[in-house]
């Protein structure tokens, strides 16, 4: 009996069918871009004598079975699942069963066998895992033959090696893992008690391990190292490091002394650079005044640079902003320099803004923001007619600085779009990862479809990646479509790069909430690019990537129904939430987009700090440029545009900057 796998392409794209017991695959004639694609051979598998829901139930089953470790009865049924897209997971949980009672070589065999699908990265850990736990080191060797990345599994390694009599190369890795400013993974906890036992482990290895937790301000392993000290002479420069941690003013003391040993040295530097962090001017004044003479030269410009950063907000002294400047002018610190003509910018200094771009490279200074405010620097220097030449050169770019220059100018700003031309020929030979997607996505096995999605994209040329781009987007895998059309560099394709995703829920709670849709859809193309199941490190969750701290803010404000974080997985709920939660935001910036998106990222009372230092002294652009937050002043400025994607591909009309966020003074 033929039975058809729901589709999710609507009508168009590839359908997988199964006919006579056997999977084929059938792609109908598909729409893209104007042009009919052709269609795809049909291609056989194994046969079976299950329909495709037998198929899933005996899938669901054999889950089961694997959840007990009864593998003996999932291998029994195996060959009914043949067929089915998803039985290699099956294979691969089966192999994880008892693994580190597999010899190397069937592990090695596996990966290689399943090298197309993204499990294959990951079988190494848990066979290493389990080794270790059995303590079959030498099996561990026979299998890891070089160093690994992984801090964890290092110490396995090395412990390995230990265990085996190559105990030279054990102390050896035991001290490369020692020296770190953080802790180290537990699994190193047995090779460093052996390594302290040799005489290759001195007390000097613990004071340049406390050097490197004070770098990284680890004060609770500089204590805890204190204490693994043995001689008394040691234990007092430990000591020394110790209180300049807790009150790096005693490095005065400290550079009293007469002579001072190395490590002294290095003690007074770090102190220096922690007081800096408090008392810059303070650390300045020992700078400008000569009194650092104990540091090297390449100590005192390392030192130097750190407290000029610090001193970048600071306009105190003459003397200080002079020698400040001077050592970001001649530091080739880029992010400094940038932070730096940001000041400028800021402060409406425009005749040195020319001045400190010129201090970046070449190549940075061609970037379409410099040259923005080039241009805009000139127009207010004076110097209009070169001005307008830089910033008329900019209204052909794709950027933000593109349609800031043209709005500026006061010109069309002009879209200049491609298109692609389908060719299934070079997808062909993915089709089977293609047909495990689908069914992934049927089966709301949504991490897994992203996994396998990340996984095929890399093993592939960018050309087969736009039309896998192509593919996605006729089959609604929105998501899956935008990865795909940024990692084969299609900018100019608006249509694959910006979805109308969810469209008909963004226009409910939009107009709902007395929001602009448009504002909603760029929002969730920045949050998530269309991801409903994105999770973010931080906890952000879904299309428009809420946190559950502020769906519950806004189901009780609002008198929403929300219960539990899950619940943001769902479309529908996460942009009643959002959208709610946007709205709340442009109210309380009197409809102001470019504050309300900014207050989105990085919450309201940022921005009300940051309102209040410019203190209503800032134009628009201004105010956008001088967002201290890196990834704040690139998420304004992406959605921003992303409306005026959205916009054009939609034939809305809209401002770019409406009246209220031109006018306003920030």
């Not at 001193?311 to 400047?325: H, I, K, V």
């Not at 009372?605 to 209503?616: E, F, M, N």
Request: glycine share 4%.
């Amino acid at each position: 009996m033929a039975r058809m796998l729901k589709s999710r392409f609507r009508g168009v794209g590839p359908i997988i069918s199964l006919m006579n017991g056997s999977w084929r695959r059938v792609i109908l004639p598909m729409v893209l871009g104007g042009f009919i694609g052709s269609c795809f051979a049909p291609r056989s598998f194994a046969q079976s004598d299950l329909t495709l829901a037998q198929q899933r139930q005996l899938y669901e089953r054999a889950q089961l079975w694997l959840d007990q470790k009864e593998v003996k009865k999932y291998h029994r049924i195996r060959d009914q699942l043949l067929d089915y897209p998803l039985t290699p997971y099956l294979d691969y949980r089966s192999i994880l069963v008892n693994i580190g009672d597999k010899p190397p070589l069937v592990i090695k065999n596996f990966i290689d066998s399943h090298r197309h699908f993204p499990f294959a990265g990951r079988i190494s850990a848990p066979y290493l895992d389990a080794l270790a736990q059995q303590k079959k080191w030498s099996v561990l060797l026979t299998y890891q033959k070089s160093i690994p990345k992984q801090e964890k599994y290092r110490c396995y390694y090395y412990t390995a090696m230990w265990h085996t009599g190559r105990k030279n190369q054990a102390y050896q890795g035991a001290e490369s893992l020692w020296l770190s400013g953080d802790s180290v993974d537990d699994a190193c906890d047995f090779l460093f008690s052996q390594w302290r036992k040799t005489r290759f482990f001195t007390d000097q290895q613990v004071i340049d391990r406390m050097f490197l937790a004070f770098e990284q301000r680890n004060f609770s392993l500089m204590k805890y190292l204190n204490r693994q000290l043995k001689t008394d002479q040691v234990h007092v420069q430990a000591q020394r490091l110790l209180d300049v941690y807790r009150h790096p003013k005693r490095v005065l003391t400290l550079m009293s002394e007469d002579a001072l040993s190395a490590d002294d040295s290095k003690t007074v530097l770090l102190g220096l650079k922690k007081w800096a962090a408090a008392k810059p001017m303070v650390v300045y004044s020992l700078l400008a005044q000569h009194q650092l003479t104990l540091l090297t030269a390449e100590e005192q410009n390392h030192l130097a640079l750190y407290v000029a950063r610090q001193l970048l907000d600071e306009q105190s002294a003459s003397g200080m902003t002079e020698w400040r400047d001077q050592v970001i002018a001649t530091s080739g610190d880029v992010p400094l320099i940038e932070q730096r003509i940001r000041q400028a910018i800021r402060r409406g200094d425009w005749h040195h803004i020319h001045r400190w771009i010129g201090y970046l490279p070449e190549s940075q200074q061609q970037l379409p923001k410099w040259q923005f405010w080039l241009g805009r620097s000139e127009i207010e220097s004076g110097n209009e007619a070169e001005g307008i030449n830089k910033l008329a050169a900019l209204t052909e770019l794709r950027s933000f600085y593109g349609v800031a220059a043209s709005k500026i100018l006061q010109q069309p700003f002009v879209y200049r779009t491609s298109t692609l031309n389908y060719n299934s020929d070079l997808i062909e030979p993915y089709q089977k990862a293609l047909i495990r997607i689908e069914e992934l996505i049927e089966r709301e096995k949504i991490v897994a479809s992203k996994s396998e999605w990340r996984w095929l994209l890399r093993r592939v040329s960018v050309e087969e990646r736009a039309m896998l781009a192509r593919y996605a987007a006729t089959a609604h895998w929105y998501h899956l479509a935008v990865v795909a059309s940024i990692q084969a560099k299609l900018w100019a394709n608006l249509d694959l790069r910006f979805p109308r995703a969810y469209l008909k829920w963004f226009e409910f709670f939009g107009n709902k909430n007395n929001v602009d849709p448009i504002s909603l859809m760029s929002l969730a193309r920045q949050e998530s690019a269309m991801d409903i199941a994105a999770h973010s490190p931080v906890g952000a969750k879904g299309l428009m990537q809420i946190m559950p701290s502020t769906a519950r803010h806004v189901a009780k404000k609002y008198r929403l129904q929300y219960h539990r974080a899950s619940e943001l997985f769902n479309v529908e709920k996460n942009i009643e939430l959002g959208s709610q939660y946007l709205h709340e935001l442009l109210t309380r910036y009197d409809g102001n987009r470019v504050l309300a998106f900014a207050a989105y990222n990085a919450g309201p009372y940022r921005v009300d700090q940051w309102l209040k230092a410019s203190d209503g002294e800032l134009d628009v652009y201004r105010f956008i440029e001088s967002i201290p937050f890196y990834e704040t002043r690139g998420y304004v400025q992406n959605v921003l545009m992303f409306e005026n994607y959205y916009r054009y591909l939609m034939g809305v009309k809209g401002d770019f900057l409406q009246h209220i966020e031109v006018e306003t003074k920030y």
